[in-house]
C-alpha cells in the first residue's frame, strides 16, 4: 500500500517569495497534518484538517496557512517567505486518532 | 521548559548492546505515547505506540510508560548498525489535535 506521498521534494525559494506544498494521505484516512522540522529539532505541529474542516492549529503566522480538498488531499501554503522558515515539512495522515503516518517530507530552502 | 524533554545525545554504542532512550514531559493530560524512528533526511517513521502506562514490547523494541514519573523510555535490544537513526518521542492528550514532539536523539550503532 502506498505511504504518505509529498511534492516536492525539494524547493528553493527567496525571501518574500511564495509556496505551495502537497500532500497525498494512506488510502482510507480522512485527516491530515503538516508538521514543521528545523534541522535538530523535533516536528512542531503546524495545522491539522479531518474531513476538510481545520481542527487544530499551531502557533505559527497567518502566513501559514492550508486546505483540505474532497479526495482528503492537502495544501500547505506559506506567504512572504523569512530565512527562518527553511526547514523539513512533514505531512502526516491518520485515521482521525493520535497515530500518525508521516511522509517523507518537503526540504524548503529560503535564500 | 518544554512540554517534552529528550537528550539529544548524540549517543554512540557498539553493535549488540542494549540501547536506554528516554523523554520526560510535564504535561498529565498526555495520554499516548509514541517512539519514532527518523532516518537522515526521511519523515519519521512510527515504531511504537502505547496508550496511558506499562509496557509494551515488539521484537528487539520495549516502550515503557511511568506516567507517575511523567517519564518513558525505548530499549532496543541486540542494537544493530541499521538502528543507527534519529529516534523521537511523541505525545497526545486524548482527542489532541497534535503530537508534541521531543528533540530526538541521535544514535550511532558501531559494527
Known amino acids: 500500500d502506498a505511504g504518505v506521498t509529498q511534492s516536492p521534494t525539494h524547493l528553493i525559494k527567496t525571501r518574500g517569495q511564495q509556496v505551495t506544498l502537497r500532500c497525498s494521505p494512506i488510502?482510507?484516512?480522512?485527516?491530515v497534518s503538516w508538521y514543521q522540522q528545523v534541522l535538530g529539532q523535533g516536528p512542531q505541529f503546524i495545522f491539522q484538517?479531518?474531513?476538510?474542516?481545520?481542527?487544530g492549529r499551531g502557533n505559527f503566522p497567518d502566513r501559514f496557512s492550508a486546505r483540505q480538498f474532497p479526495n482528503y488531499s492537502s495544501e500547505l501554503n506559506v506567504n512572504a517567505l523569512l530565512l527562518g522558515d527553511s526547514a523539513l515539512y512533514l505531512c502526516?495522515?491518520?485515521?482521525?486518532?493520535?497515530?500518525?503516518?508521516f511522509g517523507p517530507g518537503t526540504r524548503l530552502t529560503v535564500t | 521548559q518544554k512540554e517534552v524533554e529528550q537528550d539529544p545525545g548524540p549517543l554512540s554504542v557498539p553493535e549488540g548492546a542494549i540501547v536506554s532512550l528516554n523523554c520526560t514531559y510535564s504535561?498529565?493530560?498526555?495520554?499516548?505515547f509514541m517512539w519514532y524512528r527518523q532516518y537522515s533526511r526521511k519523515g519519521p517513521e512510527l515504531l511504537m505506540y502505547?496508550?496511558?502506562?506499562g509496557n509494551k514490547e515488539d521484537g528487539r523494541f520495549t516502550a515503557q510508560v511511568d506516567k507517575s514519573s511523567k517519564y518513558i523510555s525505548l530499549f532496543i535490544r541486540d542494537s544493530q548498525p541499521s538502528d543507527s537513526a534519529t529516534y523521537l518521542c511523541?505525545?497526545?492528550?486524548?482527542?489532541?489535535?497534535?503530537?508534541?514532539f521531543g528533540q530526538g536523539t541521535r544514535l550511532t550503532i558501531n559494527p
Open positions: 502505547t496508550y496511558s502506562s
Open positions: 504535561n498529565s493530560a498526555f495520554q499516548y
Open positions: 484538517y479531518y474531513e476538510k474542516e481545520e481542527r
Open positions: 502526516a495522515s491518520s485515521l482521525g486518532g493520535p497515530l500518525e503516518y
Open positions: 511523541a505525545m497526545s492528550a486524548l482527542r489532541a489535535q497534535k503530537l508534541v
Open positions: 488510502s482510507g484516512h480522512k485527516s
